[in-house]
């Protein structure tokens, strides 16, 4: 367990300087979550079209440089694309964090591949994974119009 | 005093985390066990053990003799005054929903208000929440100020003729504040308002006479006294123990039970329903005997020193801002470091072997109050010495250098 593979530079990068943390204009859809034990926040604003893609995603939120990186990078990755891409996505990064790898997507580019990779070494932190996955979590209900906060601890 | 010797009393100090020595700066959480109280479960469970107060057998008189002497050493301990004060419970926890339980069913009507302050661990609010719930009371908070002083005077304005319970910390699980309990019990003395102490942060490290603390109630958990989890003491005044109904029912609190009516025994056993936990009951002792074998004036001063050394130390780092300056601190320093979340110093700390709590600490109201969602807590125990204040500040500097800072 190498406290290098937690925090690649990537991610301190996406932790200090988040991307997408705002709330989107004409976001239609969004939805929170909560990690009680924590006090991690998170709320997701979506933009979903007619099409069921995603025009635009965003967040706000407080948390540990794990959380808010794997929000920054899930906006980053999952704008543009249509929600079941997205959600194959989004089901492949957490098997990688609680089971391992899978191989990628076709969906995704070589960059977007290392981007969402650089978040593997969070399963050697299984009390962290929650901090991962929360956002994500997040998203699927926004999209979904599940009105329930996500509780990690749930 | 030779800590080393002492610390060489817990065998967890033997194993190695991620490689490295255990630094456990985590006792406010819960403290480590002594080999005494380890071993003493273990032997009661292979010669002595027995059900306690049921049956007529020679094991079930052993049982209950061992089970009964944990009582009487908590009532010395304590110095409670007499043993019939002493109730056990699962838990601190348990404690306080016992009395808010209890004492919320007979005496507080619709509008009567509770006093507890803004530092409270949720275990001294949640149960009163319940109360506000079910029996309209009406819950007012104290107010803590910068330094993390709760002071009388702020206690003082919020009581009215409706004010039915004062209920407060004695040591804040957070910025380790030790309330000025004495002039608390004093000011609700005048007004004939009954006094809760959660000692949860209290019991484990300062000497306590609950007599002439005068408090009515007092809880504790004995995880956090170098005893066995699932154990927790109730003291309470006789007068209330006779007055307030039972709080659960079934096997052991039962004085006589007919088809239309029950009697109840008188407290202890009327708060006691059920088997408890017998094995830790029993090894509980040890742990009460491990601290005054040491000395509790003894843990205060080692703490005391210990503390004083890391405030030292951390307040020259400048990174590291600590959370409250209380005037009379108990043994715990929370921080945070400037652009580093609480749990990712957590982390970073585990692999240096430093274990240290990273969150709200169950203290929600406390936090939002201080304008922050995390803290970093290191608390200590008897076993801790300067060496490990000095790797914690190590370990704090590597957090800055992964983070770049
Ligand atoms: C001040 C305070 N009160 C109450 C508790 C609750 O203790 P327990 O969970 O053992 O009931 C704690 C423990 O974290 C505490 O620090």
Redesign the pocket.
Known sequence: MDLKELYKEIILDHGKNPRNKKKCDGFNKDAKGNNPLCGDKVHVFLKLNDEKQVEDISFEGEGCAISIASASIMTEIIKGKDFNVAKKILENFIYMLKVGSKPSINSLTDNENTTIMSLSGVKQFPMRVKCATLAWHTFLHAAEDNKKVVNTEK | MDIKEIKSKFPIFTNKVKGKKLVYLDS???SQKPKAVIDRISNFYSKEFSNVGRSMHSLAVTATNRFEETRDLIKNFINAKSREEIVFTK??????NLIATTYGEKFIQDKDEIIITEL?????YVPWHFLRKRKGAVIKFAECDKQGEVSVDSIKKLITNKTKLIAV?????VTGTILPLNKIIDLAKTKKIPVLI?G??GAPHLKLDVQKLDCDFY?M?C??MYGPTGV?VLYAKKKWLDELPPYQGGGGMIDEVKKDDISFPESPTKFEAGTLQTAEIVGFAESIRFIENIGIKNITQHEKEITEYGLEKLKKNNSVSIIGDPKERGAILSFTIKGIHPHDIATILDDDGVAIRAGH??CQILHEKMGIPATARASLGIYNSKEDIDILNESINKCNKIFNN
Do not use: L
């Open positions: 406010a959480n819960s838990n601190a926890t348990e404690g306080i409270e661990h949720h275990a001294n910390t004695h040591v804040s699980n959660d949860c942060q809880v958990s995880h956090k927790g600490h169950c």
